[in-house]
């Protein structure tokens, strides 16, 4: 009887562990952790086009994470609030930030395609979740010389909107 007991014991406790490992595998295999939201109204010249919320992997990666919410959010007195998006190549992406002179510290790409010839290149650390109809307006305005938009695309307002305290899992 007291070998059967350990044996209940034992295949109970391997049961429980399995469904532990499998539950956190699945949900790995789900994808990044989107930790923050942020958003950015676009203006198109003097029409405004409406609002891109992206969200941010904040697991994956905590520093470039941190640093485009702290310039979505303006909360270190600058940010992408007033910026543009200064190059624009379609089916490629859109490319913004960059707002101050002589630097590329804060430059971001919203791509449009896949671009698996930019991995190990360039860090992916978020997605667009809403608005990407946006994104495809601003990849078909008319450019003029080195893919610039003739008429100005700026960020009129950005900030951060809240986010379920246990993230939000997306497929990749």
């Not at 971001?108 to 946006?134: A, P, Q």
């Not at 601003?138 to 305290?165: A, F, H, M």
Request: proline share 3%; charged share 25%.
């Amino acid at each position: 009887m007291f070998n059967l007991r350990r044996l209940v014991v034992s295949a109970a406790l391997l049961l429980g562990v399995s469904m532990l490992l499998f539950s956190s595998t699945a949900a790995a295999a789900k994808g990044p952790k989107i930790t923050h939201k942020v958003y950015f109204d676009i203006q198109h010249g003097d029409e405004s086009l409406g609002r891109i919320v992206m969200g941010l992997y904040g697991k994956t990666t905590p520093k470039t994470t941190e640093n485009f919410r702290a310039l979505a959010t303006g909360e270190k007195g600058f940010g992408y609030e007033g910026s543009t998006f200064h190059r624009v190549i379609k089916n490629f992406m859109i490319q913004g930030g960059d707002f101050t002179k002589d630097t590329n510290g804060s430059q971001f790409f919203i791509t449009t395609v896949v671009t698996s010839w930019l991995d190990g290149k360039h860090v992916v650390f978020g997605e667009v979740l809403e608005g990407y109809d946006i994104v495809e307006k601003i990849e078909n305005i008319e450019k003029g010389p080195g893919d610039k938009p003739k008429q100005t695309v700026k960020i009129i307002k950005s900030g951060e909107l809240p986010v379920p305290e246990e993230g939000i899992h997306v497929e990749l």
